[in-house]
């Protein structure tokens, strides 16, 4: 990434807020918001129990990884959106509000 400036997203379940999904120095990391055990979520996936762990992954995580469009499709996200077809979270960000299933990825808005 050209920036120093890491990226984040939102992640809804359910169209709830779910939690935070952002870059760091190391990688990646994935953290529930506190509200949302206590509001009656359920775990966005097998690979993150509710917890107030902080889930941290030195590349992108496969979960959201399977989010991210395939094929003729990730090239023609790719190529329209101006996005490097290697650029998964980029891509996630771009297109995670139409996702297949419960989950949801937007741009943060912090």
Do not use: C
């Amino acid at each position: 990434m050209a920036s120093a400036e890491k990226r984040k997203a939102d992640v809804y379940f359910l169209e709830v807020f779910a939690g935070v999904l952002e870059e760091t120095g190391a990688g990646y990391r994935f953290t529930y918001d506190p509200n949302y055990p206590v509001n009656g979520g359920r775990p966005i996936g097998v690979q993150f129990p509710l917890s107030q762990a902080v889930y941290e992954f030195e590349h992108f995580p496969g979960y959201f990884d399977n989010l991210v469009s395939e094929g003729w499709l990730r090239r023609t996200q790719s190529q329209t959106q101006r996005i490097a077809e290697e650029d998964r979270f980029g891509l996630l960000l771009a297109n995670g509000r139409d996702l297949v299933g419960a989950v949801s990825i937007l741009p943060s808005k912090e």
